[in-house]
């Protein structure tokens, strides 16, 4: 079955320090991939996408993501975190052949940033 | 530039109650999903459809109905609510393309009590 798997639930960070969020996915092609963020009682925010090419993609307000096939990963990374980068961070995939699939989606980590 | 457009945004229901969720996009996107949130889950999806009539279970479907008369609108039915379906509720609609870009409603905030 389709996976993605967020290893972490919870992390925190002092404000400066760098900022890696992994993410595994499980799938027989090689998926479409995305990470969005959400901020309490709000809603989802796409940061960026990985549809081929490029394995570094980058994306909104200072993050990027690198997709390597042989890890079946795609990580999110930000060089120095922000108070406002606090919040909750999905990892998505979904099946690359086209069609109708939704997207699935990794359980959350939750980024708490220190001062 | 609506996008896509849930309401209502928070309701509070009573254990057995009924209600409609209506999600409207005004992209003309064939699919159209519907995912519920719950805490340490993620998101998870209930039901979707490919086009006006269609419909198709997700993978947490049960407890939940859905239609689609209009391609632009897709309902999500709680015909008799319970309190685990307490959660936050996300319509999202996409074009046919490949690699389209799913694009999210701001979320529904159902309480049941």
């Known amino acids: 079955a389709q996976s993605v798997t967020q290893p972490d639930i919870h992390i925190t960070v002092s404000e400066g320090a760098s900022l890696e969020l992994r993410c595994n996915y499980s799938?027989?092609?090689?998926?479409?991939l995305f990470w969005y963020v959400q901020s309490p009682g709000q809603g989802l925010q796409l940061l960026l996408k990985?549809?081929?090419?490029?394995?570094l993609v980058q994306g909104i307000k200072g993050f990027e993501a690198e997709f390597k096939r042989s890890q079946s990963s795609f990580n999110l990374r930000k060089p120095s975190v922000h108070w406002s980068d606090a919040a909750e961070y999905f990892c998505?995939?979904?099946?690359?052949?086209?069609?109708?699939?939704?997207?699935?989606f990794g359980k959350g980590t939750h980024l708490i940033i220190q001062p | 530039n609506a996008g896509v457009t849930q309401t209502p945004k928070f309701r509070v229901l009573k254990t057995g109650q009924s209600m409609t969720l209506l999600c409207a996009q005004d992209?003309?996107?064939?699919?159209m999903y519907w995912y519920r949130q719950d805490p340490g889950m993620g998101l998870r999806l209930i039901h979707y459809?490919?086009?006006?009539?269609?419909?198709a279970k997700g993978e947490v479907p049960d407890g939940y109905n859905v239609s689609r008369l209009k391609k632009q609108n897709f309902l999500l039915g709680l015909e008799s609510a319970a309190p685990s379906q307490t959660s936050v509720y996300f319509c999202?609609?996409?074009?046919?393309?490949?690699?389209?870009?799913?694009?999210f409603g701001e979320g529904s905030w159902l309480t049941v009590v």
């Open positions: 990985y549809f081929s090419g490029d394995t």
């Open positions: 999202a609609s996409r074009g046919t393309a490949k690699g389209n870009t799913i694009y």
């Open positions: 459809s490919v086009g006006e009539g269609t419909t």
């Open positions: 998505a995939a979904t099946y690359s052949g086209g069609g109708a699939d939704g997207l699935t």
């Open positions: 799938y027989g092609a090689t998926p479409y």
């Open positions: 992209m003309n996107h064939e699919y």
